[in-house]
């Protein structure tokens, strides 16, 4: 036998004398491990043992290179060595220094850490710990007690969650889509401060206002509303005492409700007779009732009447085309008449990520002759990412007997900024420019849904534009910008402005600061000052309030 022979022998017997050491080793392990011995009677139970099987070590030939894995190439570019990171350990891995050191104060690992400063009062670091540890501040955290407020809700939650609570209560038909009742009352109280001078006649004061919304919502599409202004009828901004002459209390209180509505879906309403896979998308409403059409310009009053509404059409490449009818029989505040007849039509649609709005609107004055007027307009928007723009073109025909017809052009541009460095805490701000012209003759078809006391404190001239009163031929411009502080809870709103009426020249400055002073309060500062070279319409004043919501 040959040299090699013998020793590949000598290796295999040596591989089959380990394999063999091994498994008896693992079943003896294996055995003593899993099974204990019985204890014998009277003795404890003896712990188990663990024996490990004892190898003597032999000597065995060396192992011929033919058996050996073959080798790795050397690498040839010392630099293409792989370089392996020296683990990130201490010097000393039993040292135990991090356990001495001391914990920081609680107060401390809270603001740094625990979000405390979430719970702070609202307004600008108000609350908030002084550098100097022992200088008092506010408790951050709320009161374990504390309620969130909300309006007064009967039957289901105003927010919240609940199960969901099953009535006898349904619609018309067999099978008719059941109630869900919500009954909630939410409001407002505003006492207020006004100093104000037009021309020469000074109107001082304090007043108050109150406002009562009680809404019942019978279904998610279908809802009565009511509101009541008791101390503040129609839209004079409430009752107020005048220290200007003539002195004295004005009384605006009225106990009749400002509006009232009940709206409604009629499929949602008349289940029981249609197929419920079918899509009627027919909304309606009826009562006296907030409308506006245009951005107000057009049209921004209540009317007493009803509306229906034909949403979710698709036409082309167009998208959300809404059609709707317009009935008021009454109430229409029309320059000619205050109680005219209304009939009328609105289509919006989206085409290609454009906004475009058609309104037609006949108005009948029957206490007025010759005073009938026809209106037709079209406004288009369009949003190109921050910076957005409307273009809007109004038209009245008809008013033989009175101002005849008129037009109306208006362009409105805004700009949002967005500001990370936060100069004087402003986070964003929304920056504004509009631009008009009115003919000779132009009214709002119908403009009598304004805070009287508020729109005397306004620059912008489309505002009194909006009110339906006619001022002859005017064009101007108003620019501004809107800034907020504090995630919006403080507004800054600077506004110059220049109008035109019938050829006479006039500058306005205002300001409007809002800020927000507890979970459901507000206050508001306005500020106007007009200038021209007539006198009438020179006007100059301040009206302070704060609103408390409910």
Not at 40 to 50: F, K, N, T
Request: net charge negative.
């Amino acid at each position: 036998m040959t040299p090699r022979a013998q020793s590949t022998i000598r290796q295999l017997l040596a591989s089959a004398w380990c394999s063999a050491i091994l498994c008896c080793g693992s079943v003896t392990l294996g055995d003593e491990t899993l099974f204990e011995l019985p204890p014998i009677p009277g003795e404890p139970a003896r712990p188990i043992q663990l024996s490990i099987p004892h190898v003597e070590h032999t000597s065995f030939g060396p192992i011929h290179e033919s058996l050996l894995p073959p080798l790795a190439e050397p690498i040839e570019k010392p630099q293409d060595t792989p370089r392996l990171l020296p683990l990130a350990l201490p010097e000393n891995s039993d040292s135990k220094a991090w356990k001495d050191e001391p914990l920081p104060p609680l107060d401390e690992e809270l603001w740094q850490h625990g979000g405390s400063y979430i719970y702070a009062p609202e307004g600008d670091r108000l609350g908030w710990p002084c550098e100097d540890e022992h200088a008092d501040f506010e408790m951050l955290r709320l009161p374990e007690d504390y309620v969130d407020p909300e309006p007064f809700t009967l039957f289901t939650q105003f927010e919240g969650e609940e199960p969901i609570k099953q009535y006898s209560l349904d619609w018309f038909g067999p099978g008719a889509y059941n109630w869900e009742p919500r009954f909630v009352a939410y409001g407002g109280y505003q006492v207020s401060a006004i100093a104000f001078k037009q021309g020469n006649t000074r109107s001082d004061g304090l007043g108050h206002q109150l406002l009562v919304d009680l809404d019942l919502r019978l279904t998610g599409t279908e809802r009565f509303h009511v509101q009541f202004r008791p101390i503040g009828e129609d839209n004079t901004g409430g009752s107020y005492y005048r220290f200007s002459d003539p002195a004295g209390y004005i009384d605006n209180s009225t106990g009749e409700p400002q509006r009232f509505w009940f709206e409604g879906e009629l499929h949602s309403m008349f289940s029981g007779f249609m197929d419920p896979f079918a899509v009627r998308d027919l909304h309606m409403v009826g009562g006296k009732f907030p409308f506006q059409l245009h951005n107000q310009l057009l049209m921004n009053d209540e009317i007493l009447g009803a509306v229906i509404n034909k949403n979710t059409l698709y036409l082309g490449n167009t998208s959300n085309i809404n059609i709707q009818a317009i009935y008021a029989g009454s109430d229409v505040d029309n320059v000619a008449d205050d109680n005219s007849r209304m009939y009328g039509t609105n289509i919006s649609v989206d085409y290609k990520k454009v906004f475009y709005e058609g309104s037609y609107l006949f108005v009948e004055t029957p206490d007025a002759d010759g005073r009938d007027q026809h209106f037709a307009a079209i406004s288009r928007t369009q949003f190109h990412g921050r910076l957005n723009y409307a273009t809007r073109a109004l038209f009245k025909f008809g008013d033989e007997a009175g101002t005849g017809a008129g037009e109306l052009f208006v362009l409105e541009t805004n700009y949002t900024y967005l500001m990370p460095a936060r100069p004087l805490g402003i986070e964003s701000g929304v920056a504004y420019c509009n631009v008009f012209y009115a003919t000779d003759g132009w009214n709002s078809a119908a403009g009598g849904n304004f805070n009287r006391l508020r729109a005397a404190f306004d620059v912008n001239p489309l505002v009194a534009i909006s009110t339906g009163s006619s001022l002859g031929e005017n064009y101007g411009a108003s620019l501004g910008i809107q800034l907020f502080r504090h995630h919006e809870d403080e507004s800054i709103a600077p506004e110059i402005a220049f109008q035109t009426p019938n050829g006479d020249f006039v500058y306005g400055f205002g300001l409007r600061y809002q800020r927000k002073t507890g979970k459901r309060t507000f206050f508001e500062v306005l500020g106007v000052v007009n200038l021209s070279d007539t006198e009438s319409l020179r006007r100059d004043g301040v009206f302070v309030s704060e609103t408390i919501l409910f």
